[in-house]
T-cell receptor, first 116, second 114 residues
Framework: GAVVSQHPSRVICKSGTSVKIECRSLDFQATTMFWYRQFPKQSLMLMATSNEGSKATYEQGVEKDKFLINHASLTLSTLTVTSAHPEDSSFYICSARDPDSLYGYTFGSGTRLTVV | GNSVTQMEGPVTLSEEAFLTINCTYT??????LFWYVQYPGEGLQLLLKATKADDKGSNKGFEATYRKETTSFHLEKGSVQVSDSAVYFCALSHGSSNTGKLIFGQGTTLQVKP
């Protein structure tokens, strides 16, 4: 089946620095990818929809200048957490529509971000 | 707006017990419904799905039936195993092609003890 590769799986950074998370679709093209954030023991919150070649669509309450999304190619979307603070520590997951399934989505393995 | 509500966990069962995790939804029209499973430290994996009323999704012994009259999509398994311990998410999606986005329930943690 379709695979989405997310990297890195874990990252620790200092407050004030920026962190980039990559999401790649393997063996298929993803014109749209989705970025989620998950707090401990909570559900996934959709942050934004990443559209290839155009600006991302952010959900209400998500700071677009804080969470920069770039979808420069049909196989790669990146999420950059800028000027990270401890409250940005979370589990970030990307997903894309599964081309092998009319209604399916395939998810990356997630990135655990810890800001110290 | 669209929303998904799951029963609160954690759900703790002994091996071979019967499992039910309740899920109800609020949506206009006819959404697609999903169950996803998340093992510790990992992303989500699709467990099963149903795309129209009365459809039954099934996989790995798990089943869920799309009930429009009760707006429900309860997850069931006749005999759970320790390896089923994970967090289970009910979700819905509206829209076609690449524009539909998933709306998740809050997740239910299942712990199966030997």
């Amino acid at each position: 089946g379709a695979v989405v590769s997310q990297h890195p799986s874990r990252v620790i950074c200092k407050s004030g620095t920026s962190v980039k998370i990559e999401c790649r679709s393997l063996d298929f093209q993803a014109t749209t990818m989705f970025w989620y954030r998950q707090f401990p023991k909570q559900s996934l919150m959709l942050m934004a929809t990443s559209n290839e070649g155009s600006k991302a669509t952010y959900e209400q309450g998500v700071e677009k200048d804080k969470f920069l999304i770039n979808h420069a190619s049909l196989t790669l979307s990146t999420l950059t957490v800028t000027s990270a603070h401890p409250e940005d520590s979370s589990f970030y997951i990307c997903s894309a529509r599964d081309p092998d399934s009319l209604y399916g989505y395939t998810f990356g393995s997630g990135t655990r971000l810890t800001v110290v | 707006g669209n929303s998904v509500t799951q029963m609160e966990g954690p759900v703790t069962l002994s091996e071979e017990a019967f499992l039910t995790i309740n899920c109800t939804y609020t949506a206009t029209g006819y959404p697609s419904l999903f169950w996803y499973v998340q093992y510790p430290g990992e992303g989500l994996q699709l467990l099963l799905k149903a795309t129209k009323a009365d459809d039954k999704g099934s996989n790995k012994g798990f089943e869920a039936t799309y009930r429009k009259e009760t707006t429900s999509f309860h997850l069931e398994k006749g005999s759970v195993q320790v390896s089923d311990s994970a967090v289970y998410f009910c979700a819905l999606s509206h829209g076609s092609s690449n524009t539909g986005k998933l709306i998740f329930g809050q997740g239910t943690t299942l712990q199966v003890k030997p």
